[in-house]
């Protein structure tokens, strides 16, 4: 698939959601009434742990390891954002963020490989519908999950120094479900998962959190989830240089203030 192909795909798929949501809002008789909408949106941080296999061009690397300690020494930028909108028929959408851009923040147990940059970013985009099931909400997920990944290694061998860097793109549906249950006056348990892959991009792609929310008042909450995000990806060329293997779950604790409005 060339890249202005591939491009052009993720450009349409990408505007699933907001097509979606122009849909909601458009067909609602009532589009000055505000208060049929539920506006969420969470800054959060994730001590983040990364685990998996890579390999890149002429490169193959293996057992990739970071731990949450070596990522924020190594940190060069990172970001992530939630962002979700629900209508009262009980149909949203909603967007998740993460990046981070590691310099020296990944080690290797290849035998020759001495230097491994990662940067990687993940968007979610979910069309969801919620139902409820007694005092607990359950939202039915679909969506597409977009990868920006860039590898560089580099390897020392008895004909001296070898250096691959590759740039992917991809795309995966999944689909997935979100429970949220009350379990005190001002406590909730949520639980998340989704599976991907589908045959489009990547072999195969989930995502898992679990924990609790704390709701500090009416307008403002306090998320305390563990959260892990897994991919296995490959991409075969005849050009060597341009071969990119990458199967990693990239993990840990999350911390995140949410603003409903």
């Given at each position: 698939?060339?890249?202005?192909?591939?491009?052009?795909?993720?450009?349409?798929?990408?505007?699933?959601?907001?097509l979606?949501?122009?849909?909601?809002?458009?067909?609602?008789?009532?589009?000055?009434?505000?208060?049929?909408?539920?506006?969420?949106?969470?800054?959060?941080?994730?001590?983040?742990?990364?685990?998996?296999?890579?390999?890149?061009g002429?490169?193959?690397?293996?057992?990739?390891?970071s731990?949450?300690?070596?990522?924020?020494?190594?940190?060069?930028?990172?970001?992530?954002?939630?962002?979700?909108?629900?209508?009262?028929?009980?149909?949203?959408?909603?967007?998740?963020?993460?990046?981070?851009?590691?310099?020296?923040?990944?080690?290797?147990?290849?035998?020759?490989?001495?230097?491994?940059?990662?940067?990687?970013?993940?968007?979610?985009?979910?069309?969801?519908?919620?139902?409820?099931?007694?005092?607990?909400?359950?939202?039915?997920?679909?969506?597409?999950?977009?990868?920006?990944?860039s590898?560089?290694?580099?390897?020392?061998?008895?004909?001296?120094?070898?250096?691959s860097?590759?740039?992917?793109?991809?795309?995966?549906?999944?689909?997935?479900?979100?429970?949220?249950?009350?379990?005190?006056?001002?406590?909730?348990?949520?639980?998340?998962?989704?599976?991907?892959?589908?045959?489009?991009?990547?072999?195969?792609?989930?995502?898992f959190?679990?924990?609790?929310?704390?709701?500090?008042n009416?307008?403002?909450?306090?998320?305390?989830?563990?959260?892990?995000?897994?991919?296995?990806?490959?991409?075969?060329?005849?050009?060597?240089?341009?071969?990119?293997?990458?199967?990693?779950?990239?993990?840990?604790?999350?911390?995140?203030?949410?603003?409903?409005?």
């Amino acid at each position: 698939m060339s890249q202005e192909h591939h491009g052009k795909q993720s450009t349409h798929l990408l505007a699933l959601p907001a097509l979606a949501l122009s849909c909601l809002i458009g067909s609602s008789p009532s589009l000055a009434q505000v208060q049929e909408w539920t506006f969420e949106i969470q800054p959060y941080v994730m001590n983040t742990s990364l685990e998996g296999d890579a390999g890149v061009g002429h490169v193959d690397g293996d057992d990739l390891t970071s731990e949450s300690t070596d990522i924020l020494e190594a940190l060069k930028s990172g970001g992530m954002l939630h962002a979700e909108a629900i209508h009262e028929s009980g149909w949203g959408v909603a967007l998740d963020y993460g990046f981070m851009d590691l310099n020296n923040g990944v080690s290797s147990s290849a035998e020759g490989v001495r230097d491994v940059k990662l940067r990687q970013g993940v968007l979610q985009a979910d069309v969801m519908f919620r139902t409820m099931i007694g005092n607990s909400t359950l939202d039915y997920l679909g969506g597409i999950r977009w990868w920006d990944s860039s590898l560089e290694l580099e390897k020392t061998s008895e004909d001296g120094s070898i250096e691959s860097d590759v740039s992917e793109e991809w795309l995966d549906l999944y689909v997935g479900a979100r429970w949220i249950k009350p379990i005190g006056q001002d406590w909730h348990f949520l639980l998340r998962g989704d599976l991907g892959g589908f045959g489009l991009d990547a072999e195969m792609t989930s995502s898992f959190s679990t924990g609790i929310q704390y709701q500090l008042n009416e307008k403002l909450s306090l998320d305390l989830l563990y959260k892990g995000t897994w991919v296995e990806y490959e991409k075969e060329s005849s050009n060597k240089e341009e071969r990119y293997q990458y199967d990693a779950v990239t993990h840990g604790p999350v911390m995140g203030v949410k603003f409903k409005f």
